[in-house]
């Protein structure tokens, strides 16, 4: 089954919390994740059937435009089943990593969109999908393919995802393991 997603990403915590309790009340959705981020936001993330996933979207707007609390959202209709995983912490085989293509985003919203298009565009893989802790708030993509793949994938997400919110982007071929232990 396709699965869809959607996620706000929230200035103010108290109201992004009743958000997420009246988003889940709102329509049958999974809450995949909310979490604190980074410096003072909090981010609701949710799954599942198109047109339950837009109308819990959209209640959680609703209830937010008068707090002025929303910084950003997202809803991706089919979303990548790689991205999904990633989005719950799976581990990487760092045998497997052969160049890399890096994004970093001031968002999360625009790094879990750079993500889902990555994959969609070329032959690449994620290897790390960082949202909100630990970079101040940013999101941080890292996916490995082949140099052609790492790079047509950085070059998708340059022309698809809103490029004000793109910080830095690196391409590395063949990266040293010392720098891949390091980072995986």
């Given at each position: ?130 949202l909100g802790m630990t970079t101040g708030g940013k999101a941080v993509v890292i996916f490995t393919g082949d ?36 980072i995986f």
């Amino acid at each position: 089954m396709q699965k869809s997603i959607a996620l706000i990403e929230f200035s103010k915590i108290a109201v992004a919390i009743k958000c997420a309790d009246e988003m889940t009340k709102a329509a049958d959705i999974d809450l995949l994740q909310t979490k604190f981020i980074c410096p003072g936001k909090y981010s609701v993330l949710i799954g599942g059937k198109i047109s339950a996933v837009k109308s819990s979207l959209n209640t959680g707007l609703n209830l937010a435009e008068g707090e002025k609390a929303v910084i950003e959202k997202l809803l991706i209709p089919k979303v990548s089943e790689e991205v999904l995983e990633m989005l719950k912490y799976k581990k990487i085989d760092k045998d497997k990593v052969k160049s890399l293509g890096i994004l970093e985003y001031n968002n999360i919203a625009s790094g879990i969109i750079a993500a889902d298009t990555a994959v969609k565009a070329a032959e690449v893989h994620l290897v790390m999908l960082k949202l909100g802790m630990t970079t101040g708030g940013k999101a941080v993509v890292i996916f490995t393919g082949d140099n052609q793949a790492c790079q047509h994938g950085i070059n998708a997400c340059e022309s698809s995802v809103n490029d004000k919110y793109l910080i830095s982007k690196s391409f590395i071929s063949s990266p040293s393991q010392k720098l891949i232990d390091s980072i995986f």
